[in-house]
């Protein structure tokens, strides 16, 4: 059976930049957050691309998400922006800001933006991956709905909470973290689930906070919040560096919902139906802050190569550097993308209400 | 048998402090690095504390670190610095340049260090610590010995290369995370080594790099450079998130060495004898660049009370905030510590060469 189905890439991104201008956003907008979710799915980060359209859809629809994406700048410096996403679509809000940051670095070395009342912003790489197209190095994070249990604890109080760096380099592929500060995200448990596999004891606790191998129990847990949830990166407890991820985890909150006076830990994604209040902090800072492009990007291509060269404990894998995986999807499916035939049927069905349909290719 | 001794705090320091005069620093170098080492101490983390007096003092006598310790400012702009620690004790090259971002962030909104040539800093929540005095958000990390194999590879080619970031808080102790990337420090092992008990599968891997639970063969191995060593934060493969420990990890080399066009992975202690050329980055954030420290400094009250006031799972652990448990020890060692036997006399034998006594309380 075949579950999946090609599509033209160009194809899915004027697609799902034409369902969201009819769902109210502006050309703009909707030509943003679609490049947003393609580029996920081009990355093969799947979790995070096409398939989420369905729930920025029912935000719009529901008011929850607003059409209106133009952030509010409260406070700026040379180097600093404190901006409000006046409850508009996260990707836009992110872009718009994170284009300010690069204008500023470019004269004055670097710009940190934290920006509150904001929604999901999708992949945090979109973001680094902006800076590093102008050869400057980005930093992207941003809370999310409280699915982390605490070190010690027995609920969630914390977002998944990724993290993102890009430096740029000479003649390999950036450098281009885009990390969960979880031991993994909620997506892998449900791939788990459907699957009726166990999980590692380092991914999720039980409603009591003990680590847990049921993953459809973990998840039925989260969405009733019963109790539990996801475990920080190094998994339960200390002895493995659980605090560690955790300590991460508060790092994200802090720089996203701390710094701009927003919303963090469980009060993000608070009441359904109302608006989420999600936080990012992103920036980009100039290499000529420090030792300049040139000697840079050569020092990370010897880095790079270095790391490569190490000797792997099998031959089965090599030494990835972070992003490197993804920058070959991205080429591989530049033209042509294969999508899950259950979100090819679900955008076509989000679709048809605008009398829009995806085509696939036979 | 009674392995611990009783020094009172002020002696200790003082002792240090004279040791390392009569070893070749300056009044003012050894009051810091004095101070680096007691603090470390007296914050739980005797890994890095006076146990590491041998180790700079044969540095000093071999000149592999060299006594004279004023960094050189290679590069300088409004909200950064490139410095050349020449060598010098890291502590003081460190102090000194993040006393400069200090200056700077506190008129330019921030500023952030990349330091090459230096050494071994001490523990990197010393220079985080540093910005919290001045209510200021700090940020520092440094690059380490080649111990941390990275994933998929069987030879170490990163350091533990630690993590600090460091929040002020209103009535609460800060946030001060100061993490290794990798799930645990080479102590550690030696720990366990030392009890002869097995370690988990987490934390190291033997030379061929398969994880490895003898903590005695790991250090071996280490120690002759056979191969092998610690695992990145998240264990050995992907499975688990090892692969966000190493990226960490390499973030850390990238900010400290690559931006200094310093010197990175397995180049770091590359030759016995020769200067290990360990990089830092260091920085401070003044929180006028966001909403400033009444609003920051509140809200970080909220935030930490609302984790505080999470559920436990069960009724021995507590959840705690990065560097909380630290602070409490700092506290109750002010006055007076409680040091291994075997490092007092060690540090006592020192002394001794330069007619110098550290007393112990009865």
Not at 67 to 95: L, R
Request: hydrophobic share 35%; aromatic share 6%; glycine share 10%.
């Amino acid at each position: 059976m075949n579950t999946r189905v090609k599509v033209s890439t160009n194809d899915l991104q004027n697609f799902i930049e034409m369902v969201l201008i009819k769902n109210g956003l502006s050309k703009e907008d909707a030509e943003i957050t679609a490049d947003v979710l393609v580029t996920s799915d081009k990355r093969g980060i799947e979790s995070h691309g096409v398939a989420r359209l369905k729930r920025y859809i029912d935000g719009l629809a529901s008011g929850v998400i607003h059409t209106e994406s133009t952030p509010e700048i409260i406070k700026e410096t040379p180097v600093s922006i404190v901006a409000d996403g006046k409850g508009g679509m996260g990707q836009s809000i992110t872009y718009k800001i994170m284009k300010k940051c690069i204008k500023k670095a470019k004269t004055n070395f670097m710009c940190f933006a934290s920006i509150r009342n904001s929604n999901h912003y999708g992949i945090a790489g979109y973001y680094t991956k902006m800076a590093l197209k102008e050869n400057l190095i980005g930093i992207s994070m941003t809370n999310s709905a409280p699915l982390v249990v605490p070190t010690f604890g027995k609920s969630a109080a914390l977002g998944t909470n990724p993290i993102s760096v890009g430096v740029p380099s000479k003649t390999n592929k950036p450098f281009l973290l885009d990390m969960a500060t979880s031991t993994v995200p909620r997506g892998k448990l449900e791939v788990y689930s459907r699957k009726d596999e166990k999980i590692p004891e380092f991914w999720a606790t039980d409603e009591n906070g003990i680590p847990a191998t049921d993953p459809t129990m973990v998840l039925k847990n989260m969405l009733d919040r019963i109790g539990g949830g996801l475990l920080p990166l190094g998994g339960s407890g200390e002895l493995n560096g659980g605090h560690k991820g955790f300590g991460l985890s508060v790092v994200v909150d802090i720089f996203s919902g701390i710094l701009s006076s927003g919303t963090v830990g469980t009060d993000i994604y608070k009441k359904k139906g109302e608006p989420a209040e999600v936080c990012h902090f992103i920036g980009a800072i100039n290499p000529d802050a420090f030792c300049g492009l040139d000697e840079i990007s050569e020092n990370m291509d010897k880095y790079i190569n270095m790391l490569k060269n190490t000797e792997t404990y099998d031959n089965k894998n090599k030494i990835y550097i972070a992003g490197e995986k993804e920058f070959l999807f991205e080429e591989k499916y530049a033209n042509q993308l294969d999508i899950q035939k259950q979100v090819f049927d679900t955008i076509n069905e989000i679709g048809s209400k605008s009398n829009l349909k995806l085509n696939k290719i036979d």
